[in-house]
């Protein structure tokens, strides 16, 4: 596979899609001029590492290196990946965003807290779903929280078991398919048929 610019491109502009954004709302995110993601997008500049990775960052998105022979699972897996995290919504992006944020500091400051690992595996299973009004109201709730009461463990612990609950409430939810199809019986007692 050759790797001119022109493929990074193209990825980056079809990831920003998928996600519903647009180059002001990436620049946002990512801290890369919107003029220079235009100019990546169309192919007209020399991209470097360090916007590559703050970009990829910002669509969520890895930057790594991979064995020849491995490429095809993963392009496979990206495929499925790209498929379920399309519908999600910027307001949902720049939610997990900021709790990822939190999360990065709280790594900082507390490296070696046990809590942290329930926290961040609470974090990464919530990463990939799309979250409705009352779910982002929650996690921005969960946010302050954790910001508020930096290095408290009991605040890291209750967290997680928030968010694992919050993940959990949405993954098991009835879509919408199956709440508005709901059984019906088979036959009714109308009061009318009895006269």
Known sequence: MSYDLE?????LREARDAKHLSQR???KLAGVPQSH??????????????????????LDLE?????RQAMPAVQS????????TASRSPASLEEIRHLGDTLRELQ??????????????????????????????RIRQINQTLQANTGHWKSITD??????A???????APTRQEATSAAKPAYSLDDEDDQ
């Open 77 to 84: 897996m990206a495929r499925q990946s790209a498929a379920t």
């Open 159 to 164: 967290a997680a078991k928030s968010i694992t």
């Open 63 to 67: 930057v790594a290196l991979v064995p």
């Open 25 to 27: 709302e990436l620049s």
């Open 108 to 137: 900082v400051k507390l490296p070696a807290r046990p809590e942290l690992d329930s926290l961040r595996k609470a974090y990464a299973a919530l990463k990939s779903l799309n979250l409705d009004h009352t779910a982002l109201a």
């Open 7 to 11: 493929y990074f491109a193209k990825r």
């Open 37 to 58: 993601i235009s100019r990546i997008e169309s192919n007209q500049v020399d991209l470097r590492l360090s916007s590559l990775i703050a970009i990829a960052n910002a």
């Open 166 to 172: 919050l993940r959990n409430q949405i993954a098991h």
